[in-house]
């Protein structure tokens, strides 16, 4: 039985398991792991939106809901929300599947909005490409 499912008819950008060497003291997976996962799994539309480089600019929300342990397998989905002249805004939400005694659960574990820049080939800020 599962609390949730993965969102249906959309595609990971990325599947990360977690392994004890992300462990943190209290028993769970780091939330900078997870963090920096995220970030990844953002920047991977706005690098297909822009064609070209990007810069994390900022972590608009960022909520962790459920907490990850070793052997769960994560999924990142993120889509674009919003657009700039120069910047994009991607939403991530992060899904843990858990295998206990033959079964598999699956539970919405963060979620997060972050901002991209395009930058040009001097590392300043560029418009976006049209669509």
Known sequence: MSECSLPENRIPVIRVPARPADINPGGSIFGGWIMSYVDIAGSIPALDRVRGPVVTRAVDSFEF???????????????????????LKVKVEVYAERMSKGETSCIKVTEAVLTYVAIDENRRPMPLPEK
Request: net charge neutral.
């Open 65 to 87: 809901k459920k907490p990850v342990f070793v052997g769960d397998l994560i999924s990142c989905y993120a889509d674009i929300i919003a657009e700039g002249r120069t910047s």
